[in-house]
Nanobody, 120 residues
Framework: QVQLVESGGGLVQPGGSLRLSCAAS????????MGWYRQAPGKQRELVAV???????NYADSVKGRFTISRDNPKNTVYLQMNSLKPEDTAVYYC??????????????WGQGTQVTVSS
């Protein structure tokens, strides 16, 4: 069994900052890619940022220069530092990870989601 647990969402004013965390736990052998996606009401889920095991990253154009993804491999945790937040960043943010379990099965896992609301 593998679980991803997110934390750090909330309500913030435009221009403010939030830091999201996602910790993976369970029968984990290795983690390749970890990432953050978001889904706003009435819209499809979209990629925000990903980070691979070698530390390489990719960002959506809409968040480049404002968001930073990082990971702590010994803790199996990925972070998303979000600065200069805009109302259009309002969404449910989901953590995703490509995990190989101790039985050598590889699959993608999702967290339960955390709400981020940017409003004055």
């Amino acid at each position: 069994q593998v679980q991803l647990v997110e934390s750090g969402g909330g309500l913030v004013q435009p221009g403010g900052s939030l830091r999201l965390s996602c910790a993976a736990s369970g029968s984990i052998f290795s983690i390749y890619t970890m990432g953050w996606y978001r889904q706003a009401p009435g819209k499809q889920r979209e990629l925000v940022a990903v980070i691979r095991s070698d530390g390489s990253t990719n960002y959506a154009d809409s968040v480049k220069g404002r968001f930073t993804i990082s990971r702590d491999n010994p803790k199996n945790t990925v972070y998303l530092q979000m600065n200069s937040l805009k109302p259009e960043d309002t969404a449910v943010y989901y953590c995703n990870a490509d995990i190989t379990t101790t039985t050598r099965a590889m699959s993608g896992y999702w967290g339960q989601g955390t709400q981020v609301t940017v409003s004055s």
